[in-house]
């Protein structure tokens, strides 16, 4: 069945930079939108950004300018790049893909998330 795999979290100093990448895989018909969570500790998932089919882009307002969500299509690949990195984005974070695994079924996916710490 479909599987998504998250990578490239790590420890990073504030100010850094990382690329966050998220593979799908298995059985699949067509990958709709695809995008990033990130949960905190003590704080509810929330939607950090969101990419469609055609690269229609969508951020949390915080990370604007910061964070830039890309696609490969024909890789079934999400990336997110992810610049001046503060503390305050250290969470663990998730991908999310809206995926047609065969004729009508159609869900969302998600992978297992990839931590983020942002410290000194």
């Known amino acids: 069945q479909v599987q998504l795999v998250e990578s490239g979290g790590g420890l990073v100093q504030p100010g850094g930079s990382l690329r966050l990448s998220c593979a799908a895989s298995g059985s699949i018909f067509s990958i709709y939108d695809m995008g990033w969570y990130r949960q905190a500790p003590g704080k509810e998932r929330e939607l950090v950004a969101v990419i469609s089919t055609i690269g229609r882009t969508t951020y949390k307002d915080s990370v604007k300018g910061q964070f830039t969500i890309s696609r490969d299509n024909a890789k079934n690949t999400v990336y997110l790049q992810m610049n001046s990195l503060k503390p305050g984005d250290t969470a663990v974070y998730y991908c999310?893909?809206?995926?047609?695994?065969?004729?009508?079924?159609?869900?969302?996916?998600w992978g297992q998330g990839t931590q983020v710490t942002v410290s000194s």
């Open positions: 999310n893909a809206d995926i047609m695994s065969s004729w009508y079924n159609r869900r969302n996916y």
